[in-house]
Every structure is written in C-alpha cells, then in structure tokens.
C-alpha cells in the first residue's frame, strides 16, 4: 500500500537536520547503510548539534511512498531508503502536473513538511528558499499566451495559504519566503524547455523580460493590498499578528 509522503526523510531531510541537531545520521540510515556510512568523532558532533541560523527548505511537490525490501546487488544512495515513489496512486496523479514530469502540484505538501519539521527537530527558524511551479517553453506560443499564467498564480496562492497556515496553526517559525523563481533560466536537467519564471525572457530577441499576469498577484501581496481579490483571503490573514 502506498502511503502520501511528503519528503523522503532519509533521503532528503534525517541526514542533514538529524546531524544539525543529535549529531548523527538517523537511526534509519545507520540500519540500512551500514557500514558504508561516515562516522562523526565525538568532536565532530558537539560541533555539529545546534551549529546553524536557520533551516532552508525547497519544497516543489509530493510523491506516494511504498516500503520495499532491500536490494543488495544494488547498493547506492535511491537503493538505501528502500522506498517506492511515484505521483500517482490507482492511476490518479497526487496533483496537477506541471511542465517537467516529477512536479506534481500539491500545496498541502508543504505544510506538512513544515508542521512535521518543527515537531521533530524543535522549531528551528525556516525560511522557504524555494518554491515554484514551471510551464513548459513552447515555441508556437505569442508573447501574449505566454504571459498568461494562471496556474502559476494559483499554486503561490495556495502553497502562501499553507505556509500561513502552519504558522498560525502549528507555531512553525518561518521567516521568508522566496519564489523561484524571478525569471525563466537555464534549469539544471531541463534546460531551456521550461521556464519558472514569473518574469518572462525572451531568449531569441536580446533577453527582454516581461512580466507574466502573476506578477501583478505577486506584488499586491508583498504590499499586502487591501482590495486585492483572493479567494482564500491570504493577504487578510497575513496582516494578522501570529497570536490573534
């Protein structure tokens, strides 16, 4: 059976925060990599426990997760969590999906993970380094069609929504929050084939930017405009003090 999962702890979060904050790898990581893994001195994990500012957290999407047994002719760093992931369960995906394959959009994914992080490692100030939803760069498109990107909008206005709510509901100590991203670029495996950006560039005319529609819902909320219209009245609830 597969259960939703919002991060791969082993994979991705225990052996960063658990080392930042016990001054060791996850008892999950010593059981399933042995031997293989590096061993802190005693030295190296006083220094280690309580040894950051503030936690940073990407957050782009959420899998289903299902237990496997381990596969020892295949040893390495997937193989290790012993874990199944996939976007989709009896064939319905966990969310819309957006231009590159692995991004399934699911907003109450990041609420989770903060809630889940404050209460494993003792509220740590969080800032959300990135988050962001792309489309894919087509070529037929007009500049017009281009800039109108609704699904964008939505899916900062949703994943702003969770974030407010686990602050205001969970008591998780989050500081920032940063887009990504602030203009369509290279994206690593993806290249120039999807474009994140809430500004738009034009690779082919000089590098002009343009200002996707999301922009103009972006920039109202960091003013916190009164008179904007949004459906989960996030810019309200912003200005509210965390205790009221």
Do not use: C
């Amino acid at each position: 059976m597969y259960k939703q999962k919002v991060i791969s702890v082993f994979v991705h979060g225990g052996r960063f925060m658990d080392p930042l904050t016990n001054g060791d790898y996850p008892r999950n990581m010593h059981d399933f990599v042995g031997g293989r893994l590096p061993k802190f001195t005693a030295e190296e994990s006083k220094m280690l426990k309580g040894s950051y500012d503030f936690i940073g957290i990407n957050y782009y999407t959420t899998y289903y997760a299902q237990n496997i047994e381990a596969n020892y002719q295949s040893v390495g760093f997937m193989s290790d969590a012993r874990a199944n992931w996939t976007g989709e369960r009896n064939g319905i995906p966990i969310g819309p999906q957006a231009g590159v394959k692995w991004l399934y959009i699911y907003p109450e994914g990041i609420s989770r993970l903060l809630n889940y992080t404050k209460d494993l490692y003792g509220n740590p100030t969080i800032y959300i380094t990135e988050n962001g939803v792309d489309d894919v760069n087509n070529n037929a498109s007009s500049l017009k069609e281009a800039l109108n990107d609704p699904i964008r909008e939505k899916s900062y206005k949703d994943h702003l929504k969770n974030v407010l709510r686990s602050i205001n509901e969970h008591g998780v100590d989050v500081k920032g929050f940063f887009a990504w991203s602030l203009m369509d670029n290279f994206e690593w495996g993806s290249g120039y084939a999807v474009r994140f950006g809430l500004y738009y560039v034009d690779y082919k005319n000089d590098l002009k930017r343009y200002p996707k529609k999301s922009v103009k819902w972006f920039k109202q909320f960091l003013r916190r405009d009164s008179h904007i219209k949004v459906e989960d009245n996030l810019v309200r609830d912003a200005k509210r003090p965390r205790n009221a």
